[in-house]
Nanobody, 124 residues
Framework: VQLQASGGGLVQAGGSLKLSCVASGRTFSSGVMGWFRQAPGKEREFVAAISTGSARTHSAFQGRFTISRDNAKNTWYLQMNTLKPEDTAVYYC????????????????????WGQGTQVTVSS
């Protein structure tokens, strides 16, 4: 199983980026797909996750970040708007092939598969 994240880059504050994660080797349509991020010197942080009938976004990003998915393409996305310099980080996609309760969707240890990360840099 491989997860391939893409779409990162350098953007000015206030700009937008759309990250994509494509999974190969198995499908996750009945599981959970998520995004985490990690800034230098900081722990990996939950951003958003989505499963059938449920989506969760960290409260710090609500209104700016939106997660979505395309099961037919085994792909999920993170639309990021109004980016800020503090959003600078490596963004990782993650997945698990089983459902979990809503309250656990933000837990790193719940995810079985991880992508390699894509760098997002927001300049001021």
């Amino acid at each position: 199983v491989q997860l391939q994240a893409s779409g990162g880059g350098l953007v000015q504050a206030g700009g937008s980026l759309k990250l994509s994660c494509v999974a190969s080797g198995r499908t996750f349509s009945s599981g959970v797909m998520g995004w985490f991020r990690q800034a230098p010197g900081k722990e990996r942080e939950f951003v958003a996750a989505i499963s059938t009938g449920s989506a969760r976004t960290h409260s710090a990003f609500q209104g700016r970040f939106t997660i979505s998915r395309d099961n037919a393409k085994n792909t999920w996305y993170l639309q990021m708007n109004t980016l800020k310099p503090e959003d600078t980080a490596v963004y990782y996609c993650a997945a698990r092939n089983r459902r979990i309760v809503f309250s656990a969707m933000n837990q790193v240890e719940q995810y079985d598969y991880w992508g390699q990360g894509t760098q997002v840099t927001v300049s001021s």
